[in-house]
């Protein structure tokens, strides 16, 4: 559920997670999970086909795309400006950005979109989700994008392992030694609050994440 409290903002759940008031009712579950999927659609795939323009940098005028919305969707007629708002800032990942009256998908593109996201303060080393067919072709011959533009690094081994969950129950997860790789000119940039974008990885940058050791043997009772 998406709610607005007074006094701290858009929030997602029952009561304002500070202050613990019930807030504003802006949408349901249902609204707030198809909705989303229709806004990341047209940011990231489809925007022509709701009659939008995208600028370079992946920008979209805000008053439009509550316009295509509520045009081509009937159920979506009360959709408002601030509603889209809501969306992107309690986003758990960081999947949208918005500034003045435009809003862009931080990463996830099909389309052709130059990005500029900050290049600094980027983690030592991040990490990427294989499977087990793929870790000994990918070790040799590096990370490529596949169905994306770009190949999106994960903060953290929990975060590539669930990003690689929806493919894999068991994904093999690869370390990216990013600190070393951007010593050497690769540029990775910050998308969102838990994905990084990269052009390519080559493989002297890549490593199987190391299995946690066994836990030490007990002698029988």
């Excluded at 795309?65 to 809501?86: F, K, M």
């Excluded at 980027?122 to 000994?136: G, R, S």
């Excluded at 000119?185 to 910050?190: A, D, F, M």
Aim: glycine share 8%; net charge neutral; proline share 8%.
């Amino acid at each position: 559920m998406l709610k607005e409290c007074a006094q701290h903002g858009y929030f997602r759940g029952n009561d304002c997670p500070v202050c613990g008031q019930g807030g504003k009712f802006l949408m349901d579950d249902r609204e707030l999970d198809h909705l989303g999927r229709v806004v990341t659609g047209i940011l990231r795939h489809f925007p022509e086909k709701y009659g939008l323009a995208m600028e370079p940098n992946g920008w979209v005028s805000l008053p439009l795309l509550v316009r295509a919305i509520a045009t081509q969707h009937r159920g979506y007629r009360w959709l408002r400006i601030h509603h889209l708002i809501a969306i992107a800032e309690t986003d758990g990942k960081g999947r949208y950005e918005v500034k003045d009256d435009r809003i862009r998908a931080t990463y996830g593109h099909t389309l052709d979109v130059e990005l500029d996201l900050p290049t600094e303060n980027i983690p030592d080393q991040l990490f990427y989700p294989v499977t087990a067919d793929e870790a000994a072709i990918v070790l040799e011959v590096g990370l490529k994008p596949s169905d994306r533009k770009k190949v999106h690094l994960s903060r953290t081994a929990d975060d590539a392992r669930s990003a690689g969950s929806a493919r894999h129950p068991d994904p093999v997860i690869l370390v990216v030694d990013a600190k070393r790789a951007r010593g050497h000119g690769i540029v990775i940039k910050q998308a969102g609050k838990t994905v990084f974008l990269v052009d390519l990885v080559p493989p002297e940058y890549l490593a199987r994440l190391a299995e946690a050791p066994p836990p030490p043997a007990t002698d029988p009772a």
